[in-house]
């Protein structure tokens, strides 16, 4: 089996075994090694060209995570002003904040302007407010819609042609019409279609549509290509070869400023590149309930935890760090949440004995941020282990944070 897949025992020299005794379970834990890692290999990928990597926090949203990446010299990309705010929290100047809303209302827009923040605008009747508003006085960023379908997960993609995000690259035209009318200042144009980048050819034909667009303004300062890389979820899974990425990526994006006649930033804004593989969620088994047809380990989490399986039907990797050497069997390993909560069908595991702990790999991204109170369970503590030491970075919840905000 392939390191990455076994069953984890220390990270940075700490056992995992020893987190959960330190802090209980369920548990989130991060190792910032690898969050660094996945960041260098991005900027060493694209180290010809000005890049700049704006973090997409809503995939894992902690201002401990946020500061440090700060402090690497990664920006961030939020999509509410509850973001802006966090981020500013953790030290980002306004200016280091990209604001990529959709549906909000116009004042949220508003606020983001006062504080400074870069705007990225997703819609036309948006963008004619804007204009109104601001005329060239704020420059701004505007989303197109490329319509490419690349591939991957189709819970995932936002690139489709019924999609609520960006404005269609057919829609050209008006959008120009309400630049013009405004005097709108377009100083960046992006896309972040959710596809996957399998194939850097791909991208690459869904980058010329975007390229096509840019040509259409001439006061760009940068180019957002939003996310689309792909990690690794299960051994033989294909991930985006980032140096190969970066190579392609870099050429056509230089061959385009040569033309556009001048040298322009290209943006990413990965979220799940940067955390997901960085993330553990760490649950005890409450029990083993044999049926006349399956083996279920029913553990002390569920959906309310770490809703991906059922929601985007994600497969995360599921291993016995208790007994890491059992004889492995085939479990359904389920939640204790009132609805069918499967973690995982059919996987063979290493034996699990009630109390034993398991780890769900993959769930730095879209793990504790997705999680809610439902069941009235409390959300679990996060533990970040960055340079050889662990601290906690989010307290497990009480019940009086859950009846915090109700007329008691
Ligand atoms: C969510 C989001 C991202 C990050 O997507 P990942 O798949 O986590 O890399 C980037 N840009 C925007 C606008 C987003 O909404």
Not at 84 to 113: K, L, Q, W
Not at 117 to 125: A, K, T
């Amino acid at each position: 089996m392939n390191q990455q897949y076994d069953a984890p025992v220390t990270i940075q020299g700490i056992s995992l075994l020893e987190l959960t005794e330190q802090y209980g379970t369920p548990l989130y834990v991060y190792d910032a090694s690898k969050i660094k890692s996945q960041f260098e290999l991005l900027t060493s990928a694209f180290s010809t060209v000005s890049l700049k990597v704006k973090y997409a926090c809503k995939a894992l949203t902690n201002i401990a995570v946020m500061r440090m990446m700060r402090e690497w010299g990664c920006g961030v990309d939020t999509v509410s002003i509850e973001e802006v705010m966090i981020a500013m929290r953790a030290g980002y100047s306004p200016s280091e904040i990209c604001y990529t809303p959709n549906c909000v209302d116009f004042s949220e827009i508003e606020h983001a302007v006062e504080l400074g923040v870069r705007i990225n605008i997703d819609d036309l009747s948006m963008l004619e407010k804007f204009g109104h508003r601001y005329g060239n006085t704020v420059p701004c960023c505007v989303r197109f819609n490329p319509h490419i379908l690349a591939g991957g997960n189709p819970h995932i993609q936002v690139g489709h042609i019924d999609s609520k995000f960006g404005i269609s690259v057919y829609q050209l035209r008006h959008l120009l019409r309400i630049v013009e009318n405004h005097s709108l200042n377009i100083v960046g144009v992006h896309m972040h279609t959710g596809s996957d980048i399998l194939d850097p050819a791909t991208f690459l034909r869904g980058a010329e549509i975007l390229f096509e667009t840019a040509r259409s303004f001439p006061n760009l300062e940068f180019i957002d290509f939003g996310s689309g890389f792909k990690v690794p979820y299960k051994e033989g899974d294909y991930s985006t070869n980032m140096m190969e990425f970066g190579a392609v990526m870099s050429e056509a994006f230089r061959n385009f400023c040569n033309e556009y006649g001048r040298e322009l930033e290209i943006w990413f804004e990965p979220g799940k590149f940067l955390v997901s593989e960085a993330g553990y969620f760490l649950v005890k088994t409450n029990v083993i309930k044999q049926t006349v047809s399956t083996l279920f380990a029913g553990v002390n989490s569920g959906q309310n935890h770490l809703i991906r399986p059922m929601f985007y039907d994600a497969y995360h990797h599921i291993t016995n760090i208790s007994n890491p050497d059992g004889t492995p069997r085939v479990y359904s390993v389920v939640g204790y949440i009132c609805e069918t909560d499967t973690f995982g069908w059919d996987r063979k595991i290493a034996e699990i004995r009630e109390d034993d702990i398991l780890c769900m790999h993959n769930a730095g991204a879209y793990g504790f941020s997705m999680s809610s109170n439902y069941n009235s369970r409390l959300r679990p503590a996060e533990v970040l282990i960055h340079n050889g030491e662990a601290s906690l970075i989010r307290r497990r919840e009480t019940l009086e944070d859950i009846l915090r905000t109700q007329e008691l």
